[in-house]
RNA sequence: GAACUUGUAGCUCAGUUGGUUAGAGCGCUUCGUUGACAUCGAAGAGGUCAGAGGUUCGAGUCCUCUCAAGUUCACCA
């Protein structure tokens, strides 16, 4: 044995062995930890299971990947405890960000979207995404993790695809599924809507234009929403404009005069500005609201003045086209240079420096655009039908924390996921994009042409849209869905949901279908929350039944609501039991000055760059040696150095110890040294310790129980005594022997490959550290 | 506005149901190549555990308040 350990020639071809081996797959560790030393069964009967988060299948891995590592070393302890382990890998499709960096890419060669039909779009991500596809996987490998590649799943595999259709259909029939013409937060340049976890907030500094509004003044910082106002809101106890309420009122713009009530309503608060707002229904969620309460008070049926690309219409004339900036401009412009017939400027004033907080788009952070859309959603609280126990899907999760049944790990974490589950709202799972699964809903054609927007790619390729009515006088209705971009339903137009073309079930004729079927897809997060259930269920058969409820879900806190959170929703949904008994969830990493990392701070850190450097082992123990869960770590070089010596430590008393083994001296006793009852007290008491850590999931204390132990007890005090033969060398192999068993979760490379060197020499006898038996109690 | 988290050695952090002289890594000082490891060993300096009060035989650990930092949510015409 050299020195030194070099992890670089000896990690890949340790992992090779495992492969070889089968030892990641549960169906055949039964056998080889028999075969491994010849012994009896000591498989203990337990079942011990975790799904892996599945990393975007086209990214290479980050630092927080690499906290898979707390899976890896829980998973190859309950392996060698003799648990039925299984780690089961898969790879995202992730709809929004893939097709986001497709987008990009496309841009760059001077196409986009709008270029392709919905298929051929699809076709080419598809490509994209397996050129790409074996990064995240092979990096996992890299790092060691003992994953059953056997049962590697994709959100896009057609049985995924089936299960989760599947699921949305039982949802339906269960009357959880409504499609409703709300609000919805909408990127104009992503080109698509986004539930509530997905919009961001930012502090901004805009103007506050306050204007004249007939005989009110009104403020706002969206003057290029003021064609979509429908009324004027008070707050009813404001004695100002108590004689308003109920009455309508003259406006006057500079394109014209307009009527419209004023509504009296408690969301106004007459403290701020002038007391008085105006009411655009489709571009502002609070106005949305007063519109709903105030309906009967007020005539005009709103129409949004906002399209979703972002530009004006409905609007006089001169303005539509404009996008909402320019449209703000020109709005101001004309108010500025307008005078009221007595000479008056309607633009009272402008607070240049009003702070508030605008929703931006998580991804791309422009402004969301709040745009009335009919969106698809699912009902996270219902109530209605109290006898199904299952439809109120908030209520389920709420009951598996409060039995137990799923524990949180995490610092204050489980409030956290409290106030979200009781202030939930409902999803909107629809999204308009083509990198998903298409939701299996079906609109009736016939007398609804009118109220069916398509746009396709025509046979010139120019790109079209309309009212299908239209289309229909001069392109096949084949043609158009072969060649469709995206169709926009009105919300009255009647749908059946069913995977294949419900028409084309009952009738004989070709191609005549009545039906179109909705092109958006679902939002990546609703296959996600499926995820443990799917998995399972489209695997080996059996698998759902030998290993659903998972044991632990190990992710990052930051994404508790918009993942885990839903994954008890739909996994309780869908099985009456809680997806997973345990949820550790371990914070950010940061640099070792405690700053988060950035691309712009160039703090970042490339887990497969310090694999290089330091080695996988070193790495993985740095991450997670006193690490806890719900609380961010700090980690750098000066981390990863001192790791990486424990690798060499680990590997120079091993070489040490067989040394003193294969040549004792004259100090040296074999057997029944006088030390050696009171070293196997202690020995015993670090692997009850280890043991208990590890089973608690406090993977923190016990790296660093046994880097203090093994370094400063076995090396500095151990061997020592064994050179003076205070302690004989016997015992000395059983404690190296113990302490490899123990390190190995954490550091699995330097420990096999030791392993491997001792097998040779007859020190050992298990064939496989991977698959021998966790250490019990010696004397 | 609210909730949550944090405050322990120069730095980054552990501290397991309250229980001897409060720990680690890095850094620092002084020694040291005597059968492995200098990616090492030995010895050592360094902490009124943010502050104040309380519960207790006993508090870094539990409770209350104050101060500070961070995160998230809500509102924002």
Known sequence: MDSRYNSQQTEDEIYTLWEKADAFNPDSVKKLRQENDNKQDSSTGEQFSIILPPPNANDPLHVGHAMYTIEDVLVRYHRMLGDDTLWLPGTDHAGIETQFVFEKKLKKEGKSRFNFDRSTLYQMIWDYVQENSSVATDQMKKLGFSLDWSRFKFTLDKDIVDNVVETFQLLYKDGLIYRDLKLVNYCTRCGT?????????????DPLYTIQYGPLQV??????TIFGDVAVAINPNDDRYKQYIGKMIEVEFPWGNKTMPVIADNYVDPKFGTGAVKVTPYHDQNDFQMWETHKSEISEVPVPVINTSGKIYNAPKKYNGLGVINARAAVLEDYEAYKDSQGRSLLISIDKKYSHSVGVCYRCAKPIEPLPLPQLFIKVADSSNPKNKKSNLVKRALESLDSGETKIHGAGREKVLRHWLKNLKDWNISRQIVWGIPIPVWYKINDNEDKIIVSFVDKNKVYQTGKLSKWLETTSLK?????????????????????????????TEKDVSDYIQETDTFDTWFSSSQWPVATLKTNKKGDFERFYSTSVMETGYDILPIWVMRMMLLGNYLTGKTPFKNVYLHGLIRDEKGKKMSKSKGNVINPLEVKEEFGADALRMALVIRSTPGQDKSVGKPDFKAARNLTNKIWNAARFTTLMIENPHETSVLKNAPGDAEYFVKLNSIISEISKHLSDLKLGLAAEVIYNEFWHWYCDICIEDAKQGKISLEVLKVGLVTFLKMLHPFMPFVTESIWQELLKKNIVSEKLLIVSDWPTQVS
């Open 479 to 507: 043609e158009i869905k072969q060649n469709i971009q995206s169709i926009s339903a009105d919300i009255s137009v009647p749908y059946s949901v069913s995977v294949e073309d419900p028409k084309l079930t009952t009738t």
């Open 219 to 224: 403020s706002t910082v969206r003057p290029e």
């Open 193 to 205: 809507s986004y539930s509530e976890l997905e919009v961001n907030h930012e502090d901004k500094i």
